[in-house]
């Protein structure tokens, strides 16, 4: 990826410096253009080179990690995927899925736990692990300890919160999941977003 070295330092050597200067790999998968360049014999072009090959290794990860859900395109598949891992939960959980641009998976991470009806979550939550993520779009999904999946004037009233704000960031709410049990509600599909 480096191609060449300096004077004195073949790309080799370059390459150990950074492993170094940043611990290791993975703390130098996730540094900024401007960050690399702060290396000496690193400079844009091979900056950008190499943070185009980390984003193409998370990329070939993630669709390792996802490899039966390719493509989400419908809230079935979303719960398909989410009632095993919720439906037993005896605590409400908030869970923000991250989709690139072709609406695979690239991450999940619950975001708020609470006990029944407490699971409140803030934009800035939700929108920070988005845009951690380099998400295209985001799914929202919580479910109901109680089995009932049927909204609350909360659950309505946060999620209009949360589509607005996913507007002005540019980063769309896919959907909102509330799991019960075996079963799901979509607010797209009720048409309540």
């Not at 939550?125 to 909360?154: D, R, T, Y």
Request: glycine residues 4%; positive net charge.
């Amino acid at each position: 990826m480096l191609r060449t070295g300096l004077k004195g330092k073949s790309a080799i050597q370059i390459a150990q410096q950074l492993i170094v200067e940043h611990n290791n790999l993975a703390s130098l998968a996730t540094k900024s253009l401007q960050t690399l360049t702060k290396t000496t014999g690193i400079k844009n072009d091979k900056a950008a080179t190499l943070l185009a090959a980390f984003e193409i290794s998370r990329r070939i990860l993630q669709q390792k990690k996802w490899p039966d859900y390719n493509k989400i395109t419908s809230p079935e598949e979303i719960a398909q995927i989410f009632i095993p891992i919720l439906k037993d939960e005896q605590k409400e959980k908030f869970i923000v899925v991250c989709l690139n641009s072709a609406n695979r998976i690239i991450k999940y991470e619950v975001i708020s736990v609470g006990t029944l009806n407490s699971s409140v979550v803030h934009p800035r939550e939700v929108f920070s692990v988005a845009i951690e993520n380099l998400s295209a779009s985001i799914l929202l999904i919580h479910n109901h300890p109680s089995g009932s999946i049927e909204p609350s004037k909360e659950d309505i009233a946060i999620t209009k919160k949360l589509v607005e704000s996913g507007i002005i960031l540019g980063i769309p709410v896919f959907d909102h999941l509330i799991i019960g049990e075996n079963k799901y509600l979509s607010f797209i599909e009720k048409g309540l977003i």
